[in-house]
């Protein structure tokens, strides 16, 4: 699937680019929150190893902020039961802009060295 970058607030767009390089995870929707709300991007997800690039940039012991997260919706629709979202918790405004910037370079980091696929070669 190609995106429209142009229909994407700038400051989601490193940080969707990269989530859609991560097998198996698509974006569906993204919002900087513009000041006022929380930085979140929507996706959904074809298995549960799919998130481990995410969960380990997310994660405070690997770097992550604190208040980052990636967070499960019940979605009441049969085709898409469950998606995710990213999201900077309570933070709003440019830090999480800069944030996000830093995340997205974390997953790359992660994509790159491969980590996400040995660690679940083993385990499962």
């Given at each position: 699937?190609?995106?429209?970058?142009?229909?994407i607030d700038k400051?989601?767009?490193?940080?969707?680019?990269?989530?859609?390089?991560?097998?198996?995870?698509?974006?569906?929707?993204?919002?900087?929150?513009?000041?006022?709300?929380?930085?979140?991007?929507?996706?959904?997800?074809?298995?549960?190893?799919?998130?481990?690039?995410?969960?380990?940039?997310?994660?405070?012991?690997?770097?992550?902020?604190?208040?980052?997260?990636?967070?499960?919706?019940?979605?009441?629709?049969?085709?898409?039961?469950?998606?995710?979202?990213?999201?900077?918790?309570?933070?709003?405004?440019?830090k999480t802009y800069?944030?996000?910037?830093?995340?997205?370079?974390?997953?790359?980091?992660?994509?790159?060295?491969?980590?996400?696929?040995?660690?679940?070669?083993k385990r499962f």
């Amino acid at each position: 699937m190609i995106l429209n970058f142009k229909k994407i607030d700038k400051e989601c767009r490193s940080l969707v680019r990269i989530l859609n390089k991560i097998p198996g995870i698509r974006t569906i929707e993204s919002c900087c929150g513009h000041g006022k709300f929380r930085y979140e991007i929507f996706f959904v997800s074809k298995t549960i190893n799919n998130l481990y690039a995410i969960a380990r940039c997310v994660d405070i012991r690997y770097g992550g902020s604190s208040d980052w997260r990636c967070e499960v919706h019940d979605t009441d629709c049969y085709k898409k039961p469950v998606i995710f979202s990213l999201n900077s918790g309570d933070k709003k405004g440019i830090k999480t802009y800069r944030e996000a910037r830093i995340l997205a370079k974390s997953i790359r980091k992660v994509l790159k060295s491969g980590i996400h696929k040995k660690i679940f070669d083993k385990r499962f």
